[in-house]
């Protein structure tokens, strides 16, 4: 993997946490304050979430250079 | 019997409210991978300087807004300019320390004479 690649790897994963941990915020918000009244619970749960997510994400974009893809695979 | 239907109302809304939030979260693609999670933050970006103005100009506020000065300062730039000198001081550090302790001792020398 080249160095600008893994840049634009990283900016991507970065973006993306931004994008769901804010999500899985105003999701957690939104449940919180309809059906939970107004616990921290579901805010932190929504926010841990968008947290894994994004981490997975992340793993699975820098795994994915080195990851034999499917049309790869019935080439070989 | 108004009584009795309020509490489902009261339920149906906020299941659709709720309802509603996640589907507007699933169509944006703000739960997809990190391809679609950047282009949604792209999009944001984009989208939020005129929507300040839109409402600026609805309550009237717009000649009051400073605008915001352009920052030339790029964190990268920051942070890759101060990993160059520490490595360049620390390569450095040795021959200085040399050199000051040369001139320290020759200070000492000429004090002693």
């Known amino acids: 993997m080249s160095e600008k690649e893994l840049g634009k790897k990283w900016d991507r994963c970065l973006a993306d946490g931004a994008i769901k941990i804010g999500t899985g915020l105003g999701l957690g918000i939104v449940f919180s304050v309809l059906f939970f009244k107004r616990h921290t619970w579901p805010i932190s749960l929504g926010s841990g979430a968008g947290l894994g997510m994004a981490y ?10 080195y990851m034999l893809q499917r049309s790869e695979k019935e080439q070989v | 019997m108004a009584a009795k239907i309020l509490p489902v109302v009261k339920l149906a809304t906020k299941v659709s409210i709720a309802g509603g939030a996640l589907y507007v979260v699933y169509d944006s693609g703000l739960l997809g991978n990190s391809v679609q999670g950047s282009e949604a933050l792209g999009k944001a970006k984009a989208a939020v300087p005129p929507a300040i103005e839109e409402w600026m100009k609805y309550f009237g506020l717009q000649a009051q807004l400073p605008t915001m000065p352009k920052i030339e300062f790029s964190p990268v730039q920051g942070w890759n300019s101060g990993v160059r000198w520490t490595i360049s001081s620390l390569s450095e550090a040795p021959t200085k320390a040399n050199e000051y302790t040369n001139q320290g001792l020759q200070y000492i020398k000429d004090l002693v004479k």
């Open chain 1, 56 to 65: 997975a994400n992340c793993q699975n974009d820098l795994r994915s250079h």
